[in-house]
């Protein structure tokens, strides 16, 4: 069955129905760092969408850049966890990340049968990572959790050294603007330390 062209009324509302959950389901990461009161999915990916905005206009970005395609992926990116939930970093060591990867790529695939077909596209070139909309995107994810850290930090919230160590929440994806970024989060973080 081929995706429809437009989203039906009841398409539109079997999905919203669906998210919600996403409004309440807290950040596992956060849930095993101790954090009181820990972001939702829904927050996270609202900051993703704002990261992506600020990021844009720090950027040097071609005229060819496909801003609603960026706002599309920034709203799905986490689309799966309605109903995987938010699989923390530990589990996915341990299921492994083609397994993890595998399995949303189905559910998605399957929430999003009833909606207009770019959107799985637009989900899927961003769990590829190959496009500059995409990197741009998967950036701005890592850039919204680590400014999350900054705040639950000044908060005095979790415990959340761990996140810093090793270099993987600080994904740039080649872009210099995001590295600017998180050079002045880390700076920022080194700073509240001293």
Known sequence: MNPPATLTLDAAFALADELEILQRLPRAGFVMSGV???QTVAAHSFGVALWCLMLIERMAVPATLDRAKVLTMAV????A???LT???QPARRYLGEQLVSDTERRVVDDMLAASPAHWRAAWHEFEDGATLEARIVKAADKLELMHRILMYEQQHNG???RFWHGGVN????????ARELFEEMQRRHDQRRT
């Open 86 to 88: 938010d699989i923390p």
């Open 159 to 161: 415990a959340l050294a």
């Open 81 to 83: 966890e309605a109903r």
């Open 36 to 38: 009181v009161a820990p």
């Open 170 to 177: 600080c994904r740039w994806e080649g872009l210099d603007a």
């Open 76 to 79: 799905l990116h986490e689309l």
